[in-house]
C-alpha cells in the first residue's frame, strides 16, 4: 500500500485503469447483468448519517456496489410492528479513511460485475425488501449489450439514490388525540428552499494534503470553475452548478513552497434540495461568522457585548445553538438561546491565590481543582480540557514544529498572536487529545498550554454551591419565553440586516421564514394522586402536591423502631432538636418514629465515624443517621459505601447547616427527611392509577466517572403494578462505554423479582433508556433491544411478553411557548410556559423515527424544557395516546419530590443508583437492598 502522501497518485491510477478497462471492455464483450444490477439497486434504500455520506461517496464513484467491499446495513424507519424494516446496524469498519477505501473498492472492480446482480438480490432480501423476479433497465440505460461508460453509470446511480433516499413519513396512528388541544410556537423556523438541487463532487489532492486549510487554499484559486456558491469540508464539494466533466483536473500552488499540487474534481452524484442538510449547517456556520459571531466549541457566541457578574470574576457570551435538520413538518432551523460562561481569571491567577492560600500543599490543590476543567484560550477562541499539569515544562522551554524547526513558546506567541508571555517559571498545562490512526488505533496528540493566556471557564463547585453566585447569573442566563421569542426574532433580523449575509442566502435558494414556527400541541388531563387511607388528590396545574401529602398518612409507613444518630459534640443541640421535629411530622404520614441512639463523636475525621458506625450496626438496627458539620465528598462516600456495600443498612447522611434553622423551616425539612427516610425503610408513599395491568417498567442510565473510572449502568424495575416498589441492579463496565453489555443479566434479575412479588411473569415490559444521544438510536435498537428479547426465552419457550423499548432525551434543545391571550389586541399576543402535561408529536417530531415531546414540569422562572421520547421499538403496539399517558404518569412516581419530575421515575431511580455506585463506592452495591430505595 502507498505511503500517506503517494494514495492520492495510487487512487487516481487506478481510476485511469478503471476507465481503460471499462473502455476495452466496451469493445471487446457485452456486460454482465450491470443493468439489471443498477435496476435492483432502486429498491435498496440508502444509509443516512456520517457513514451513509461516505457509503453514498463509494457507491456513487463505483457505479454499483461490488462483490470485494463489505457494506454497512441501512438504518430503517420504525415500522408498525415495532421493529425495523432492516437487519441490525453495523458501523463501519474504524480506520480506513475514505479515500483508501475508495481506492481498495476500484482495486476490487477488477473481479468483474458477474456478482453484482446476486449480491443486490441479497441486500434486499436482508433489508426485508423483496428483490425483483425481472429487473426493468432504466429508462437511460445504453442499449443492450453494451456496458455504460463511468458518467453514464454514476449519473445513472445518483438518479436511483434520489429515489431510494425519500424519507418514509410516520402513520398518523403515532399521533394522540387525548387531552386538550393548545396552540404553541417552538423554537424554529422553516426553511425555503428552491428546486433545484446540488451536485457532490469529491476533491482528490496529489500529493495529498493533510492541512484542511490548505485544501481550502488550493481549492479557491480556481473560482472561476466552481463559482462562489460552493461548500467544501476538506474532501467533499457541492456545487449549485455542474461541472461540464465529470472529471475535473486542476494544478494548484503551494503558498508556502511554491509547490504545484494537482487537484482532481470528480462528480458524485446529484442532491436534491430536501437532501442537503449537511450544507446548509455548514452554510449556517458561515453566516454566524458573516455576522461577527464567534465559534466556541459547536456554538457562536457575541463577544463584543458580554453581560458582566464582576462581583464573581464572570462574565457571559450570549450566542444561539442552531441546527438544521428535516422533520415532519419540513426543513427547520433550530434556534435556541445559549451562554458561554467564562471566568475573567486566567489560570495563571488561579494558581496565585492557591499559592497564596496555602504553600504547603498548592500542587496537590491546583492538581484536583483544575484537572478535568475546560479553558478557553481567547486567542483563537477554542476550548481544551486539562488533562495534567506539567510542573517540568515551562514558556522558555523549546519544542519542534511540523517543519522541524526548534523553537521556545515565548517565540511562537509573540510571532503568531504578538503575545507576550510575562511569567517564565510558570507551569504548562497538558491537553491530550485523541486521534485515529489510519489502522483505527487512537493515538496521543499532546498539546501544551501557557496558563497565563487561558481562562477558566464554567463553575467550581464551590460557585455552585454558594446560591448568591448562582442567583446573580440567573439573572441573565434564565430567560424567559418572551425573550427567548425576541431573540429568534432578533436572530433573523441580524442576518438579513447583513448584505453579505442575505445575498448568500439568496445565491443557495434559501430564505427563512417570516416568523417563529406554530404548530397545535396537548394538554393531558391532571393526575389523580392516590394516598394512604384510599384518599386521592388532584396533582394541580403546578403539578405539586407537597401540602398534602405532608399532611395525609402515606400508602404504607414503616415504622422506626431501633436506629442510631450520631454527630460531634457542637452539633448535639442541633441533633436533638431535629429528632422532636422529625418525630412530630412522621406521625402526621402514619409513620411511628422511636427514640433513637445518640452517639456523640469528639472529631469529625472520617475513620472515626466509620468506626462508630461499624460498632453500632446490629441485626436489629434500621437505619444510621450521621450529621455531618460540613459537607465533604470523601466522607460521604465512605460512609455510603460502608452502609451500602460492606455493612448492607438504611443510611441517612444531613448536614448540620440544613437542620440549624429556625422552626418552620427544620419543621419543612423533616417533613421531606421523614418521607425519604420511609422511602428508604421500604414504604410506599403515593402512587397513580395504571390502567395497563401486569406491566412492568424499567429504567436504564449509565453513569460515567469524570476521573476516569470505570462506567457503571443502573437498571432499575418496578415490583408492583401502581409503580410503589422497585428493584435495582447495576453493573459496571469499560470506561467511557453507554451501551451496556450486561443488561441481559440485570433485566432478568428484574424479572424474577417481579415474579416473587406477584407470583407470575408481567405480560408487558416497558423500558425507558435515558443517557443515549440521537446519534446512538440506532445502536441501542441493534443491540440492546436483541438482549432484552433474548431474556425473555430463559423463563420459558412460551414466554413472549409486550415489550417496547423508549429512549429518554432531556439534553435536547427543544422549547415549548404557550401562546396566551393578547392584553393589548396585537396580533400574536404574549407567550408563557405550556402548563404541565403539555404533549407536541407533530411538526418538530422526526420523519424517521416514532416520537413525542412532553413537558411533564411546572417552572415558576425561566423557561420549562421539554422531554423528547423516541420509541425505538414495540412488539405490542402500544396506541400513542397509551404510551404518552403512561411516560406523563411516571413523572409523578419520583419519591424524592412531591411532584412531577423531568424524566419518568425508573430513569431518575437509575440516574441515583448507577450515580451513588459510581460516584461514591465505586463497587456494587449489596444484593440485600436491591428492593428497597436506599440510594435516593
Not at 464513484?61 to 461490488?66: D, I, R, V, W
Not at 468506626?611 to 437505619?623: D, E, G
Not at 407533530?842 to 413537558?855: A, P, S
Not at 450515580?915 to 436506599?934: D, Y
Request: some cysteine; glycine content about 6%.
Amino acid at each position: 500500500m502507498a505511503g500517506r502522501g503517494g494514495r492520492g497518485a495510487a487512487l487516481l491510477a487506478a481510476l485511469q485503469k478503471q476507465e481503460e478497462e471499462e473502455r476495452a471492455a466496451q469493445q471487446q464483450q457485452p456486460a454482465v447483468g450491470r443493468s439489471a444490477a443498477l435496476a435492483a439497486a432502486e429498491s435498496v434504500p440508502q444509509p443516512l448519517g456520517r457513514a451513509g455520506r461516505a457509503r453514498a461517496l463509494l457507491d456513487a464513484q463505483l457505479q454499483a456496489p461490488t462483490p470485494g467491499i463489505s457494506q454497512p446495513q441501512t438504518l430503517s424507519t420504525y415500522d408498525s410492528r415495532g421493529g425495523s424494516g432492516d437487519a441490525a446496524f453495523q458501523p463501519a469498519k474504524p480506520g480506513i479513511g475514505r479515500a483508501r477505501m475508495l481506492m481498495q473498492a476500484v482495486q476490487s472492480t477488477e473481479q468483474g460485475a458477474s456478482g453484482l446482480e446476486s449480491q443486490f438480490a441479497s441486500k434486499a432480501s436482508v433489508s426485508g425488501e423483496k428483490s425483483p423476479r425481472t429487473p426493468t433497465p432504466p429508462t437511460t440505460s445504453p442499449r443492450a449489450g453494451v456496458s455504460p461508460s463511468h458518467g453514464q453509470a454514476v449519473e445513472q446511480y445518483s438518479r436511483m439514490a434520489l429515489a431510494a433516499n425519500a424519507p418514509d413519513l410516520k402513520p398518523k396512528k403515532y399521533q394522540g388525540s387525548t387531552g386538550e388541544q393548545v396552540n404553541v410556537y417552538v423554537n424554529y423556523m422553516r426553511l425555503r428552499t428552491s428546486d433545484v438541487g446540488f451536485y457532490q463532487y469529491a476533491v482528490l489532492f496529489e500529493p495529498d494534503i493533510d492541512n484542511r486549510n490548505v485544501r481550502f487554499q488550493l481549492l479557491n484559486q480556481h473560482r472561476d470553475v466552481t463559482g462562489d456558491v460552493k461548500t467544501f469540508d476538506g474532501s467533499q464539494l457541492w456545487l449549485r452548478k455542474k461541472l461540464s466533466d465529470s472529471k475535473t483536473e486542476l494544478q494548484s500552488t503551494r503558498r508556502s513552497d511554491e509547490a504545484t499540487i494537482c487537484v482532481t474534481i470528480l462528480f458524485v452524484k446529484s442532491v436534491p434540495a430536501n437532501k442537503c442538510l449537511q450544507q446548509y449547517n455548514v452554510l449556517f456556520r458561515n453566516l454566524m461568522r458573516i455576522v461577527k459571531m464567534t465559534p466556541v466549541g459547536r456554538d457562536y457566541y457575541d463577544p463584543h457585548e458580554p453581560l458582566q457578574v464582576p462581583q464573581h470574576k464572570i462574565e457571559l457570551w450570549p450566542g444561539f445553538k442552531t441546527s438544521i435538520e428535516q422533520y415532519d413538518g419540513g426543513i427547520m432551523l433550530l434556534v435556541d438561546v445559549s451562554h458561554k460562561l467564562l471566568r475573567t481569571e486566567t489560570v495563571l491567577e488561579f494558581m496565585y491565590a492557591a499559592y497564596t492560600a496555602k504553600k504547603d500543599s498548592f500542587q496537590d490543590t491546583i492538581y484536583r481543582q483544575l484537572v478535568g476543567q475546560v479553558v478557553l484560550t481567547r486567542y483563537n477562541n477554542k476550548t481544551y480540557r486539562i488533562d495534567d499539569i506539567m510542573w517540568d515544562q515551562h514558556p522558555k522551554n523549546t519544542f519542534t514544529n511540523r517543519r522541524g524547526e526548534e523553537r521556545s513558546f515565548i517565540e511562537y506567541y509573540k510571532t503568531v498572536y504578538n503575545l507576550d508571555i510575562k511569567d517564565m517559571d510558570q507551569p504548562m498545562l497538558l491537553n491530550n487529545p485523541k486521534r485515529r490512526t489510519q489502522e483505527g488505533k487512537e493515538a496521543p496528540e499532546l498539546i501544551l498550554l501557557v496558563p497565563e493566556l487561558c481562562t477558566l471557564t464554567g463553575l467550581t463547585d464551590q460557585q455552585r454551591a454558594d446560591f448568591r453566585v448562582m442567583k446573580d447569573i440567573s439573572v441573565h442566563t434564565r430567560c424567559t419565553p418572551e425573550q427567548r421569542l425576541a431573540a429568534m426574532r432578533k436572530f433573523r433580523q441580524r442576518i438579513y440586516q447583513s448584505d453579505e449575509a442575505r445575498t448568500l442566502l439568496e445565491k443557495w435558494g434559501l430564505e427563512l421564514e417570516d416568523d417563529v414556527t406554530s404548530t397545535v400541541a396537548r394538554t393531558l388531563p391532571q393526575e389523580n394522586i392516590i394516598l394512604g387511607r384510599g384518599k386521592q388528590v388532584k396533582s394541580g396545574p403546578e403539578a405539586d402536591w407537597t401540602r398534602d401529602v405532608t399532611r395525609e398518612p402515606v400508602i404504607s409507613a414503616v415504622d422506626l423502631n431501633n436506629w442510631s444518630i450520631m454527630f460531634v459534640n457542637r452539633n448535639e443541640k442541633a441533633a436533638k432538636e431535629f429528632v422532636t421535629t422529625l418525630q412530630k411530622v412522621a406521625q402526621q404520614i402514619g409513620m411511628n418514629i422511636a427514640l433513637p441512639c445518640y452517639t456523640e463523636l469528639h472529631d469529625d475525621r472520617t475513620d472515626t465515624y466509620l468506626n462508630k458506625i461499624k460498632q453500632a450496626i446490629t441485626p436489629a438496627l434500621q437505619m444510621v443517621v450521621t450529621i455531618f458539620p460540613t459537607m465533604r465528598d470523601d466522607r460521604y462516600s465512605a460512609v455510603k459505601k460502608l452502609c451500602y456495600a460492606e455493612m448492607p443498612i438504611a443510611s441517612q447522611c444531613i448536614n448540620s447547616k440544613t437542620i440549624s434553622c429556625q422552626p418552620n423551616k427544620l419543621r419543612s425539612i423533616s417533613q421531606k427527611i421523614a418521607l425519604q427516610m420511609n422511602a428508604k425503610l421500604g414504604g410506599e408513599l403515593w402512587a397513580v392509577d395504571n390502567p395497563l395491568r401486569s406491566t412492568m417498567v424499567v429504567g436504564i442510565d449509565v453513569y460515567h466517572d469524570k476521573t476516569g473510572g470505570k462506567s457503571v449502568a443502573g437498571i432499575v424495575g418496578s415490583l408492583n403494578n401502581i409503580f410503589t416498589r422497585w428493584y435495582s441492579r447495576v453493573f459496571i463496565q469499560p470506561k467511557g462505554q453507554e451501551i451496556v453489555a450486561g443488561l441481559k443479566l440485570c433485566v432478568a434479575a428484574c424479572i424474577k423479582a417481579w415474579h416473587q412479588e406477584n407470583h407470575e411473569l408481567p405480560q408487558r415490559i416497558i423500558v425507558f433508556r435515558d443517557g443515549v444521544s440521537e446519534g446512538q438510536l440506532p445502536i441501542v435498537r441493534d443491540s440492546e433491544v436483541p438482549q432484552i428479547r433474548e431474556t425473555f426465552s430463559s423463563f420459558g419457550a412460551d414466554y413472549d411478553p409486550k415489550f417496547a423499548m423508549v429512549v429518554v432525551g432531556k439534553r435536547i434543545n427543544q422549547r415549548i411557548y404557550a401562546k396566551l391571550p393578547s392584553h393589548h389586541g396585537g396580533a400574536g399576543g404574549s407567550v408563557g410556559n405550556p402548563p404541565s402535561g403539555t404533549v407536541v408529536d407533530e411538526t418538530i417530531t422526526r420523519v424517521d423515527w416514532y416520537d413525542f415531546f412532553l413537558v411533564s414540569q411546572h417552572v415558576r422562572q425561566g423557561t420549562v424544557s421539554p422531554t423528547h421520547y423516541v420509541v425505538v421499538y414495540d412488539s405490542g403496539s402500544m396506541k400513542a395516546d397509551h404510551m404518552q399517558r403512561l411516560a406523563y404518569k411516571l413523572t409523578h412516581m419520583y419519591y424524592n419530590w412531591p411532584g412531577t419530575v423531568r424524566v419518568p421515575a425508573p430513569c431518575q431511580y437509575a440516574h441515583k443508583v448507577c450515580q451513588m455506585a459510581g460516584m461514591h463506592m465505586h463497587k456494587e452495591p449489596s444484593l440485600e437492598l436491591a428492593n428497597r430505595l436506599f440510594y435516593l
